[in-house]
C-alpha cells in the first residue's frame, strides 16, 4: 500500500502555464480562443509523447492541427510556428495561465505537503511564477514553495532523475513519499520513475493511450489524491482502529 504523500513536484508548462494564443495567433493564420490553445497544447504534448523523446517538431505539427490548421497550410503555417515559440522554452510564450492550477496549489499548501517546482526552462521560470502570483520560495504574492528548480539554473533536465533528486533534497523527502505532476510522458512520467517517484501525467483531455501509469485531469486530482493517500495509510497502518469517519452504531456513544 503507498506510503501518504508528503511532498508534491510540479512541472509548469502544461500544469501553471501554457502557450498564450495571442503570441501565436499570427502565425497560424486562424483566430482560436484560450480553451482552443490549451486544447492544442495538449495535442502538441501527445504527439511529443507518441514519438518516445522531445521531438518539438512533432508538437508545432499537432498544435497546428489541433488549433484549425488545415493540412494543405502546414508547409507554411510550421515555420511561422516555431518562429514564435522561437525557444519552446521561452517564457514570453508561456503566459496564458490556469486559475484553476493556481488555485489548487493553494489547496495543496494547505494540505501541508512540500512544494517544488521542476521545470525544464531557461533559467527564468522561477522569475516567471514569481511575478504571475503563482509561487515563490518564501513570502510572496503566490503560494509558498521550497524550491524551484529550473533546468537551466541546474545543468539537469527532465528525464534525467538528478534534477528531481535536487528537489527532494531541499525537501527532504524521500522519493517514494513523494509524487511528480507533469504534462509529457517523457520527462514527467519517465524522469520522475528514474528517480523513484510517483509519476501522475496531467492529461485534461484524455489525449494519451498509455494505461501503465496516474493520470490527472487537473491539479485538484492531486489534491484529492494526497487526501486519499492519509486515509489510506491511517488504515493499513492500524487496521484495528477503523475508518476515522465510522459513523456510531445505535447504542453507542459517539466521540
Ligand atoms: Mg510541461
Known sequence: MPAAIEAV??????????PHPDMIRSALGVDFDEDRAARSHYAGAAAIDGLGRG??????????????????RL?????????????????????????????ALKRLHQAGVGLA???????????????????????????????????????????????FVHALDVLGVDPD????VGDMVHADVAGARAAGVRPVHLDPYGFCPLDDHEHATS?????????????????????????????????????
Open 9 to 18: 513536484l510540479l512541472d509548469v508548462g502544461g500544469v501553471f502555464a501554457l
Open 55 to 72: 521531438e518539438w517538431s512533432a508538437y508545432f505539427t499537432a498544435y497546428a492541427l489541433e488549433a484549425g490548421v488545415t493540412a494543405s
Open 75 to 103: 508547409r507554411v503555417v510550421l515555420p511561422a510556428l516555431r518562429n514564435a515559440f522561437r525557444d519552446p522554452d521561452d517564457v514570453a510564450v508561456w503566459s496564458l495561465f490556469v486559475p484553476t492550477a493556481v488555485q
Open 117 to 163: 517546482v521542476v521545470s525544464n526552462s531557461d533559467g527564468t521560470v522561477e522569475g516567471l511564477l514569481r511575478d504571475n502570483g503563482v509561487c515563490q520560495v518564501g513570502e510572496g504574492g503566490g503560494t509558498c514553495v521550497s524550491v524551484v528548480v529550473d533546468s537551466g539554473a541546474v545543468g539537469s533536465e527532465k528525464p534525467d532523475p538528478g534534477i
Open 177 to 180: 513519499r513523494a509524487v511528480h
Open 219 to 255: 491539479l485538484d486530482d492531486v489534491v484529492e489524491l494526497v487526501y486519499a493517500s492519509r486515509v489510506m495509510s491511517t488504515l493499513t497502518s492500524s487496521p484495528s482502529a477503523g475508518p476515522p469517519w465510522k459513523m456510531p452504531l445505535s447504542g453507542e456513544t459517539s466521540v
